[in-house]
T-cell receptor, first 112, second 113 residues
Framework: TQLLEQSPQFLSIQEGENLTVYCNSSSVFSSLQWYRQEPGEGPVLLVTVVTGGEVKKLKRLTFQFGDARKDSSLHITAAQPGDTGLYLCAGALVDSSYKLIFGSGTRLLVRP | DSGVTQTPKHLITATGQRVTLRCSPRSGDLSVYWYQQSLDQGLQFLIHYYNGEERAKGNILERFSAQQFPDLHSELNLSSLELGDSALYFC????????????FGEGSWLTVV
């Protein structure tokens, strides 16, 4: 059972379209991160959101953390072929230790 | 370049064998994390070390072990290898014991035949 559910799993869109990727859980996270991974490479951190309701923008990417800190979304405006990749959300569980739990990922293809 | 170095980049070995994957964290980072990424399981957290001590364990098999040395580099030992252990193994590091930002290496591709 995945602690973090990402949807959709696959997304193929035309250049210029908008899209939203969702990351949902029944668990509360102290923070949530979004990563982008290219084939054969490690995930690269895009953003970290910490506060419930927080919204962060990174050029054409908008990230939102849910009020209850259980879910997050990534919205891409006017997608470009360079946005193609695997997008991963990861939630940080902090008690006596620190664990970063990853979602299953959304594979995005932006067609020219 | 994240600054996290992993070796080897690719490894092919037979079932039943033992391999060691090595990780050098970013300069100044005290935490090292190991993750396994396979097609059907996604990115799975294996283990976390902070300044030489184990901090958290995830879905790490008993056939696998890890350690972090005084110079902060880490090794992941995989023994009695099975076909299902074929995966991409990532090391990541962060400056603190539970920071919001961790940096991933490029991974070690392990193929068990």
């Amino acid at each position: 059972t995945q602690l973090l559910e990402q949807s959709p799993q696959f997304l193929s869109i035309q250049e210029g379209e908008n899209l939203t990727v969702y990351c949902n859980s029944s668990s509360v996270f102290s923070s949530l991160q979004w990563y982008r991974q290219e084939p054969g490479e490690g995930p690269v951190l895009l953003v970290t959101v910490v506060t419930g309701g927080e919204v962060k923008k990174l050029k054409r990417l908008t990230f939102q953390f849910g009020d209850a800190r259980k879910d997050s979304s990534l919205h891409i405006t006017a997608a470009q072929p360079g946005d193609t990749g695997l997008y991963l959300c990861a939630g940080a569980l902090v008690d006596s230790s620190y664990k970063l739990i990853f979602g299953s990922g959304t594979r995005l293809l932006v067609r020219p | 370049d994240s600054g996290v170095t992993q070796t080897p980049k690719h490894l092919i070995t037979a079932t039943g064998q033992r391999v060691t994957l090595r990780c050098s964290p970013r300069s100044g980072d005290l935490s090292v994390y190991w993750y396994q990424q396979s097609l059907d399981q996604g990115l799975q957290f294996l283990i976390h070390y902070y300044n030489g001590e184990e901090r958290a364990k995830g879905n790490i098999l008993e056939r696998f072990s890890a350690q972090q040395f005084p110079d902060l580099h880490s090794e992941l030992n995989l023994s009695s290898l099975e076909l299902g252990d074929s995966a991409l193994y990532f090391c990541a590091s962060s400056v603190d014991r539970g920071g919001n930002t961790i940096y991933f290496g490029e991974g070690s591709w392990l193929t068990v035949v």
